[in-house]
């Protein structure tokens, strides 16, 4: 099993930029495809971005790509979501999930953080 922490949530104004980090320990880092979800009251939880278990390939929500950037260091067993240019609809919980399953837009993750809140204010 892995456990994931997040990190670097806060209140931010629009137009700003947020670095997110979600710390892993127990199994090898690099066994697992990562990616980051938010839920925002009242709306279903949602993808945002993912990243493949070497880190070459990652994917973006239409919603966010150009303005946020997954990635990741194996070495420091640790994803990142790098935001810019936040908007007040960002505003959410923002998860950390692993999956031992290859990369997808259909992979399911089975290990999740506990969230860690982005306010944006306008």
């Known amino acids: 099993q892995v456990q994931l922490v997040e990190s670097g949530g806060g209140l931010m104004q629009a137009g700003g930029s947020l670095r997110l980090s979600c710390a892993a320990s127990?199994?090898?880092?690099?066994?697992?495809?990562m990616a980051w979800f938010r839920q925002a009251p009242g709306k279903e939880r949602e993808f945002v971005a993912g990243?493949?278990?070497?880190?070459?390939?990652?994917r973006h929500a239409d919603s966010v790509k150009g303005r946020f950037a997954i990635s990741r260091d194996n070495a420091k067993n640790t994803v990142y979501l790098q935001m810019n240019s936040l908007k007040p609809e960002d505003s959410a919980v923002y998860y950390c999930?692993?999956?031992?399953?290859?990369?997808?837009?259909?992979?399911?993750?089975?290990?999740w953080g506990q969230g860690t809140q982005v306010t944006v204010s306008s």
């Open positions: 999930a692993a999956s031992e399953r290859l990369f997808s837009i259909h992979t399911t993750y089975d290990y």
């Open positions: 127990g199994r090898t880092f690099s066994l697992y495809t």
């Open positions: 990243i493949n278990k070497s880190g070459q390939t990652t």
